[in-house]
T-cell receptor
Framework: DVKVTQSSRYLVKRTGEKVFLECVQD?????MFWYRQDPGLGLRLIYF???????EKGDIPEGYSVSREKKERFSLILESASTNQTSMYLC?????????????FGQGTRLTVV | SQKIEQNSEALNIQEGKTATLTCNYT??????LQWYRQDPGRGPVFLLL?????KEKRKERLKVTFDTTLKQSLFHITASQPADSATYLC????????????FGTGTKLQVIP
């Protein structure tokens, strides 16, 4: 059974803290994504990676960075957390080079910045 | 700018009826469109993909249509059940390659027993 696992379901952090959100997939997928989801705004792409050490900015990369040192792991980093980064964060993966590019999502991390 | 519109109002439907959800888009020419289901507090789950040269796709009680002239996709659930209650998201291939998609905000479906 395919699986995308996010390290935490719920996280509470203080303003200014450095926050790491981890995502691991066991499907040998090339593509990995980080989204945030807010009411009324839907899923918005933060960063995308199509290969190890490769990354591309999405629609809202400001205040975030990513790391992909291994194919199965994609980390999202909030350099200095702010209250407007309180959100649901979703990691996803998909195959490269296939038309049937369904994305597999993790269970989500609900981050609250206080 | 590219835009995807799904009805933000919840859709309430009686059990056993057919639910129809709409996804409209502008300034896109997507090669494919996807539909996902999302339950509260969970990540989206892929349901169906339809390509630009396909008019209709079916999977069990689900049917998707894709009209590239109208720039619209319709998602149907026949013989709806309370277990179908969820938010349904459409997603379109976005320009720039790398198989990225843009998601609509979703429509919440409530099937009433």
């Amino acid at each position: 059974d395919v699986k995308v696992t996010q390290s935490s379901r719920y996280l509470v952090k203080r303003t200014g803290e450095k926050v790491f959100l981890e995502c691991v997939q066991d499907m040998d997928h090339e593509n990995m994504f980080w989204y945030r989801q807010d009411p009324g705004l839907g899923l918005r792409l933060i960063y995308f990676s199509y290969d190890v050490k490769m990354k591309e900015k999405g629609d809202i990369p400001e205040g975030y960075s990513v790391s992909r040192e291994k194919k199965e792991r994609f980390s999202l980093i909030l350099e200095s957390a702010s209250t407007n980064q309180t959100s649901m964060y979703l990691c996803a993966s998909s195959l490269w080079g296939q038309m049937n590019t369904e994305a597999f999502f993790g269970q989500g991390t609900r981050l609250t910045v206080v | 700018s590219q835009k995807i519109e799904q009805n933000s109002e919840a859709l309430n439907i009686q059990e056993g009826k057919t639910a129809t959800l709409t996804c409209n888009y502008t300034n896109y020419s997507p090669a494919y469109l996807q539909w996902y289901r999302q339950d509260p507090g969970r990540g989206p789950v892929f349901l169906l993909l339809i390509r630009e040269n396909e008019k209709e796709k079916r999977k069990e009680r689900l049917k998707v249509t894709f009209d590239t002239t109208l720039k619209q996709s319709l998602f149907h659930i026949t013989a709806s059940q309370p277990a179908d209650s969820a938010t349904y998201l459409c997603a379109l291939e976005r320009s720039g390659g790398y198989q990225k998609v843009t998601f609509g905000t979703g429509t919440k479906l409530q099937v009433i027993p």
